[in-house]
């Protein structure tokens, strides 16, 4: 974190606030997105949606940023500030947790997620991109739609969402790439 700073000054600070900002933005239009398009009434894992944002912000940062090890170091503060926030305000805060051992447990199961997810959604974004004949990315929002909901979708609720999340989540690389220009 002193190399961040030290190297960065406070735009690594800057662009920690500002990826928290685009995550919860995310969550927000992916939760206006599934009540637009019918499914208000299914209730969604906000933590899968917010994890999900939090891969798209880190993935384009580390594409849009020429210094790879200073991109890592902002990307890995930013999932910290995340899950400190978190912790903070909804665990402890929002639903009045107040036992340390529960607030550990809390943190190290959203930490685990946080980082597993990461690699799972990259291994399907890797698909997407790899196939020339992929216009959006499929595997990717598959797997989101997967892990999104609290009760899953069937197979013909999740069809009928994928356009539409497909857009949603282009149209979120694209600002985030160049945001982080």
Known sequence: MKNLEKNNGTNGQSDRKQMKSLAFGMVSDISRLMADKGFGDQPIDIVEALVFGMFIIADTYSLAKPDKDLALEVIHSFYDDMQNYF???????????????????????????????????????????????????PATVSYLLDNLFIQPLNN????????????????????CVQNFK
């Not at 447990?105 to 790899?130: C, N, P, T």
């Not at 013909?156 to 600002?175: C, H, N, P, R």
């Open 156 to 175: 013909q609720e999740k069809i009928s969402l994928m356009s539409a999340v497909s857009d949603k989540v282009l149209y979120f690389w694209t600002g």
């Open 87 to 137: 912790i903070r305000k909804v665990i402890i805060e929002d639903h009045q947790m107040s036992d340390a051992a529960e607030i550990q447990s809390v943190a190290d199961k959203f930490h685990d997620l946080s980082r597993s997810r990461f690699a799972q959604y990259g291994e399907k974004f890797q698909q997407d991109i790899s196939d020339p004949m992929a216009l959006s990315c």
